[in-house]
Structure formats: C-alpha cells, structure tokens
C-alpha cells in the first residue's frame, strides 16, 4: 500500500517547504524565465532550461516566509505575490519566453511550468508576469 498523504499533512508540508525560515540563510528560492521551448517533466532539471538573458531581464529572488499558504477549493497552496518583469528591448537568447522554473539555492530544480502562449518582449516597457502557486493534493492519479 502507498504512503497517504492527510489533507493536515498537506498544509503542513507546504509551510515547512515555503515558509520555514533557516537562521543559516541560503533557502530563498530563485524564480526565473526559460526561452526554450521544452515542455517541462517530472524527470527535468534545471539544466533542462535556458534561462533568459538580456533585454534587461533578471531573475527574482523569492523570498523564505513570505508565501501565503491556505487552502482553495479543497486543495492545500502555497502562493507567493505577482512577479513582474519589465524588459528594456529583445532578449538575447532565443527571443521568446516559453514557462518560468524555480531552483533553490544550489540551483535544484523544485518546479517549471510553460506560459498560454510564448511571450516575446521586443520594445522597452513591454512586461510578463508570474504568479508562483504550488498545490498539494491527494488528488486522483492520472
């Protein structure tokens, strides 16, 4: 029999993971954009990803203790605030933006997703945003 996880145990679990605050530093996590287009899997890693670059991008730091982690429609999260990027001109890697990953400190990868729709900034001011929500949830297997 596999190992069940309580809707309690959820919540609990996002906390420790999202919230837990180390007096050691180093357990913010890293929120950046990739510009490759790759569909991310179970098996990815952050090397997986080619981060964007230039056009005045720059990664963001997410800060330990700052999610909001609550319960929606039945499903336990953790969401952190929106996250905004706003580009000066064209990347310099591939020119369009595919999904956003997460790394922790030592540049694991914790989760990747892709946009609706491929983002390709090309003037100054142009922007994308990201609203970071992981959910734990008994679920049913697929």
């Known amino acids: 029999m596999a190992f069940v996880l309580a809707d309690v145990g959820a919540s609990a679990l996002l906390r420790y993971a999202f919230n ?8 913010n996590l890293t929120l950046k954009l990739f510009a490759t287009n790759v569909t991310p899997t179970e098996s990815s890693t952050a090397a997986s990803f080619t981060a964007a670059a230039g056009g005045g991008y720059a990664d963001k730091t997410l800060t330990m203790g700052s999610w ?21 001109g064209a990347l310099t890697t591939n ?6 990953y997460l790394v922790d400190a030592d540049n694991v990868l914790i989760g990747a997703e892709t946009l609706v729709a491929p983002f390709t900034p090309a003037n100054n001011g142009d922007q994308q945003t990201v609203t970071p929500v992981f959910q734990l949830s008994k679920g049913t297997p697929t």
Not at 20 to 27: D, E, L
Not at 73 to 81: H, N
């Open 20 to 27: 837990n605050t180390r007096a050691g530093g180093g357990n």
């Open 68 to 88: 909001t982690v609550s319960n929606v429609g039945g499903i336990d999260q953790a969401a952190y605030a929106i996250q905004t990027w706003t580009f000066t």
């Open 95 to 100: 020119p369009a933006i595919y999904g956003y």
